[in-house]
């Protein structure tokens, strides 16, 4: 399997807190994405980086990139109770054709 | 539109019995895929789809069958179920394949237990 493995595999803050969630992968990609799922939810994706781009933002969310570790962060500033969720790494390998391969997931609770 | 709309909602099956997981998407998306969802796992990919008429194998696709006779459907058979298919699958579109860099969207999942 390719997948993604993320770390740390849940983690508890407080309301207002930074949440940083990591993502190491095998091989070269062509991109890596990040998507959220709320309980009983389908995943809702929240940001896309290509291999040439090191970061991203997108409103509270900060993804980096670093393709010499294999490995990207998601920083969610200022959590709020409703960024509880489980996070998922996702990469498009090279070579990999059409396939999108998740990693195992982050369980995030944010608590007033 | 309705996105990426996924039925049933929940089914039980008994051991050997078929049955299809229906998808479907107005988007004019080419890519569709099947994933399933184990406890620990993430997400696995078992089939997916470039276009109409064209389908390949994912991670995990023994035991499951797909046909892609239209843009818009791309159902999912369980030929024979096992207990090792109960599992949550989620139906994906995108406008293109991934490497041009398109996100994914996703139905709200099947839940599916085999008895």
């Known amino acids: 399997s390719q997948q993604g493995e993320e770390d740390p595999q849940a983690l508890s803050i407080q309301e207002g807190e930074n949440a940083t969630m990591n993502c190491s992968y095998k091989t070269s990609i062509n991109n890596l994405q990040w998507y959220r799922q709320n309980s009983g939810r389908g995943l809702v994706h929240l940001i896309l980086?290509?291999?040439?781009?090191r970061e991203k933002h997108s409103g509270r969310l900060r993804v980096t990139l670093d393709t010499s570790k294999k490995s990207s962060s998601l920083l969610i500033t200022a959590s709020r109770a409703a960024d509880t969720a489980s996070y998922f790494c996702a990469t498009v390998y090279e070579g990999g054709g059409n396939k999108l391969t998740f990693g195992t997931g982050t369980q995030l609770k944010v608590e007033l | 539109n309705a996105g990426v709309t996924q039925t049933p909602k929940f089914q039980v099956l008994k051991t050997g019995q078929s049955m299809t997981l229906q998808c479907a998407q107005d988007?004019?998306?080419?890519?569709m895929s099947w994933y399933r969802q184990d406890p620990g796992m993430g997400l696995r990919l078992i089939h997916y789809s470039v276009g109409a008429g064209i389908t390949d194998q994912g991670e995990v696709p023994n035991g499951y069958n797909v046909s892609r006779s239209t843009t818009e459907d791309f159902p999912l058979r369980l030929l024979s179920a096992a207990p090792s298919q109960t599992s949550v699958y989620f139906c994906?579109?995108?406008?293109?394949?991934?490497?041009?860099?398109?996100?994914?969207?996703f139905g709200e999942g099947s839940w599916l237990t085999v008895v």
């Open positions: 994906a579109s995108s406008y293109k394949a991934f490497p041009s860099g398109n996100t994914i969207y």
């Open positions: 988007m004019n998306h080419e890519y």
């Open positions: 980086i290509r291999s040439n781009e």
